[in-house]
């Protein structure tokens, strides 16, 4: 290749080295080299922390100008920079070096897909490997019977999201709390990185080692480096970044208070949770016009989970939130299908406060989330 491509060449590589950074999203480099009719491969993967490319046979460490030292041997060469996401592709030869950037699925797929009935966000084909490395998919490219609704539920949750986190800028940092396997904070990864191209880190907390464990294994096997993941109990966890975005879904019980309170605490601009069991207001509350209604343990029962769920709206909102509360998925899906979706427009909410110490009072209760933030 003559030295003008050679120099145009040069300088695209510098642009996809500086976009390459600290690798958090790269993939691989595939180049093949061209002389007359003969096509000589080369391949740049990252293992651990160090770039190796493979080139006639032999493997080295790879340094950005391995790329123009090769191709000044060459007529033309083709090179395809991938990271999640996005393609880069070069082509260059005598006389012409062109960089163009593309979506990762977009000469293929869609970015939606319509399985069943339903048009998923984190959608096959494009989501296949997330999609068989959390286990929604079997290895047959067939989402299992037993996982549709676990799909359904992080499907729909991040639909319900995706309008807000397509106007966040900048690095977005998300917490999961009480993450479990971590479904969610995989598909909202995959959603925030692969199909919105936006710079995301997710932490994912939960106090099981188990759960922990394998959330570490699938974020390595996926080549997802901008997850953490930690076993620590929520009541007692220290946070080292703060969040943009708090996440929960069916945190047991108290835990969704504390990812309230998490969110809360560390002023995060949104957060979202799906609450799960609610068994702490119902062996608190009482109120004595409704006792001929209340007689009933079913209606005593589904009144403390409206309770637990409309007071932690009321708190957020003294909080200076906005809150949306609605059903995010069928009933038929799972009865644990309210989503608390909640906008920090740092309205100090007096009137939400006064009512919640007036509903307080009235009621005889002492909700775990008042506990834990700072009403004052
Ligand atoms: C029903 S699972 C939901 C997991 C996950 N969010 C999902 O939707 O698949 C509830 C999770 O909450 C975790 N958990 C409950 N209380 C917790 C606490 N205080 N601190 C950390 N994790 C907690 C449990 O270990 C469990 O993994």
Redesign the pocket.
Known sequence: MNSSSLNKLNFYIEMLKSRYGNGEYFKEIEITFKSGTKDFPAKVKKEEETLYITYGGAKNIFNWKDISSLAQEYDSMRMIYRERGTNAIILADNKNVTLKYEDSAVSTESATATVGTREYLIAPPKANDLLKEIGIMGQNGKIKNDMIR?YN?IDHFVELCADYLSRLNGKIEVL?????????SFALNYYLRDVLKKDCHVTG????QT?IDASKRSAQNLGYSNMTFIR????D?VLEKNPDIVI??????T?TD?AIAAGINSGAKAIFAVP?CHKELLSQYSYEPFSPLLKHGIFKARQADLLTDSIRCLLLEAKGYSVVAQEYISPVETPKNLLIRAFKDGKNQETAKKDYFKLKEMLGINPKLETLIDLE
């Open positions: 676990k539920q999961d709390c009480a993450c479990g396997k971590s479904y969610l907390v939960d106090y099981a759960v620590a109990d929520l009541n966890f929960s879904l069916h945190a047991c019980d835990a504390l799960c």
